[in-house]
């Protein structure tokens, strides 16, 4: 028995035991309202920027690349740390607003230190900045023991994730803070 019929039969045992006289009852099929409601909470909750679980995205790269979730989580890890170093704070924000625990991942990247060669770069600019951001990546995926070859791959599964769940703002700000590979 649907529960809109219960409702109905509700409605005329209380209509009929009141002395009232019977008003016509309409049906109201509650699955449908709470299908839709459901619907429409979860597009509000994309909508405002309620995170998706990460967890789920480092298990989709991990398959999709075939390599551990470990390895995978320290590269997103690196690679977030790159791209918060090429992006302006407003563009890095929306990453952090789609992926909450941002932080926790660059925790998980690999620390390397600075080559004689990265130190130069530091005060060379933009273009000592990127070569920085190259020269750390470089370091980082090797300890990891990734190849540059498998680089790309990564971004393109983060990427694609991020913008596949709703996120296509912080897709775009990823790609461009990781354009420099």
Do not use: H, W
């Amino acid at each position: 028995m649907k529960l809109s019929i219960i409702c109905l039969s509700a409605s005329v045992a209380l209509t009929s035991l009141a002395g009232l006289t019977s008003l016509p009852a309409m049906a109201i099929d509650l699955g449908s309202i709470t299908k839709s409601s459901a619907e429409q909470l979860k597009a509000a909750a994309k909508d405002a920027g309620v995170p998706f679980q990460t967890n789920a995205m480092i298990e989709y790269a991990a398959k999709q690349l075939n390599l551990s979730e470990e390895t995978v989580s320290a590269s997103f890890g690196s690679l977030l740390k790159v791209a918060r170093d090429n992006l302006t704070p407003e563009n890095f924000a929306l990453i952090s607003k789609a992926v909450p625990d941002t932080q926790s991942y660059v925790d998980k990247a690999p620390k390397v230190s600075k080559s004689s060669l990265s130190s130069l770069f530091s005060s060379a600019g933009e273009a000592g900045k990127k070569s920085e951001s190259l020269d750390y990546l470089n370091s980082a995926f090797e300890k990891l023991g990734l190849s540059s070859k498998q680089v790309p791959g990564l971004i393109n599964s983060f990427s694609s994730y991020l913008d596949k769940s709703g996120y296509k703002e912080a897709a775009a700000s990823l790609k461009q803070g990781l354009s420099l590979l």
